[in-house]
């Protein structure tokens, strides 16, 4: 598709497009946590809980990277 092997589109995808997807969900929960008027500990507590998946996530990139 336009030039790109389907490596490179997967390769696009798992890093830019998952990144952006990442950000988006860092967005709706810091919406949550204004919309019910946590306040700051129940925005941190909302911010470990949901987020704590993303950051294994980005940890795992990062320990590839080093790794290789």
Same mark, same amino acid.
């Given at each position: 598709?336009?030039?790109?092997? $389907?490596?490179?589109?997967?390769? +696009? &995808?798992?890093?830019?497009? #998952?990144?952006?997807?990442? *950000?988006? =969900?860092?967005?709706?929960?810091?919406?949550?946590?204004? $919309?019910?008027?946590?306040?700051? +500990? &129940?925005?941190?507590?909302? #911010?470990?809980?949901?987020? *704590?998946? =993303?950051?294994?996530?980005?940890?795992?990139?990062?320990?590839?990277?080093?790794?290789?």
């Amino acid at each position: 598709m336009f030039g790109y092997t $389907e490596a490179q589109i997967a390769w +696009f &995808g798992m890093t830019f497009g #998952l990144g952006a997807f990442m *950000l988006y =969900m860092l967005f709706i929960i810091l919406q949550l946590a204004r $919309e019910s008027r946590a306040g700051r +500990f &129940g925005t941190f507590v909302l #911010l470990l809980g949901l987020g *704590l998946g =993303m950051v294994g996530f980005a940890a795992k990139g990062v320990i590839k990277f080093f790794l290789s």
